[in-house]
């Protein structure tokens, strides 16, 4: 059974409020932006981050908020608990029409997570996880594949990371790509997919929530040489993400060090 906790509940149903109206946006001919950093930002993406800024914040008034889509706070560094949250992860996913699109949202104390949901609104597939207390799809637990060799795995890249020396020899018997950073990583929690890699930049609101949940379901994350991944710090972004099961996360740490090492 997941966990019962009011702030667990709470979270649930801010999250599946806001898939219900990034639902009425899906599919649609809506308003986009273009950010100062050349990525997309859609009405839905605001719609969303209003939604969870006012479910969320009321729980606790000394909680701190970072979301891609408001304004940085200042004070966060000083608060004890922090929302981070990305409204719509994969919005070119969204925007394209495509299913792989998820909301997410994480609350950390000193700079790990302690509860987390990632939200496919399309699948109606809700992850969640709660510190020390399991890993959930749909309320049920959920635990990474045993998957052991790097040649039987599947894995969730871009074509990129396949065509690069250290995913060639051996080379994992699947790749895939889904646009949302979360949700490759909460696919490996439910053993649906073994590891994603990204070896360019990710912010906070990327990771945050799908780390907690992948930790929950027996598996690690971390930097390209793994390294852990610290939240709510003065630098928000990370270089690198490698999320797998236990099994292998050694395995490819010990290709994707030696890969960045080379460039």
Known sequence: MPPTSELFEQLKHSVLKAG?????????????ETKQDGSKVSAADFAV???LHDELTPLNKDYAWLS???????????????WIIDPIDGTNGFLSHKPDWTIVAALIKENSPVLAAVYNPVKQELYMAEKSKGAFLNDHPIKVS?????????????KGHFNRSFLTEPKPANRSW???????????????????????????????????IIEEA?????????????????EIRHRSVVATTNHLYKPIIKKTSAAISET
Do not use: V
């Open 20 to 32: 219900l109206c990034a639902m009425e946006h899906f599919g649609k001919d809506i308003s986009i």
């Open 49 to 51: 981050n209003k939604i």
């Open 68 to 82: 891609e889509e408001s304004p940085i706070e200042q004070n966060r560094l000083d608060a004890s608990h922090i």
């Open 146 to 158: 045993n998957t052991r060799k790097l040649e039987n795995a599947h894995i969730i890249s871009s």
């Open 178 to 212: 889904k646009h949302s950073m979360a949700y490759r990583i909460a696919l490996i929690a439910s053993g649906t997919a073994d590891a994603t890699i990204s070896l360019t930049p990710k912010n906070d609101w990327d990771i945050a929530g799908a780390h907690l």
């Open 218 to 234: 027996g598996g690690n994350i971390g930097t390209h040489k793994g390294e852990p991944l610290l939240y709510n710090k003065q």
